[in-house]
């Protein structure tokens, strides 16, 4: 089973930026799709990103243009450069393959964007 551990959110104010890093173990990472998600309070968990294995995006609409989702093979690592962020972005986004593994939800990291 594939481990993943989220790291980068905090507080941002609207229209700041974050990055967030997701590290996962072992040696079949690089075959996986891998997608950002995200759950805000009283609401479902919802895909933001997707990257393939051999590295094509897809998005949200309601983060299209201003997200950015990229992975580093060499480091097991999937990022997603958040910018002009907005108030409804605030949520816990987790990483996971994609489709996602059922056991491999890791604790994710909180965003909020505030003033």
């Known amino acids: 089973q594939v481990q993943l551990v989220e790291s980068g959110g905090g507080l941002v104010q609207p229209g700041g930026s974050l990055r967030l890093s997701c590290v996962a173990s072992g040696s079949m990472f690089r075959s996986y799709a891998m997608g950002w998600f995200r759950q805000a309070p009283g609401k479902q968990r919802e895909l933001v990103a997707r990257i393939t294995s051999s590295g094509s995006t897809t998005y949200a609409d309601s983060v299209k243009g201003r997200f950015t989702i990229s992975r580093d093979n060499a480091k097991n690592t999937v990022y997603l450069q958040m910018n002009s962020l907005k108030p409804e972005d605030t949520a816990v986004y987790y990483c996971?393959?994609?489709?996602?593994?059922?056991?491999?939800w890791g604790q994710g990291t909180q965003v909020t964007v505030s003033s």
């Open positions: 996971n393959a994609f489709p996602p593994l059922s056991g491999s």
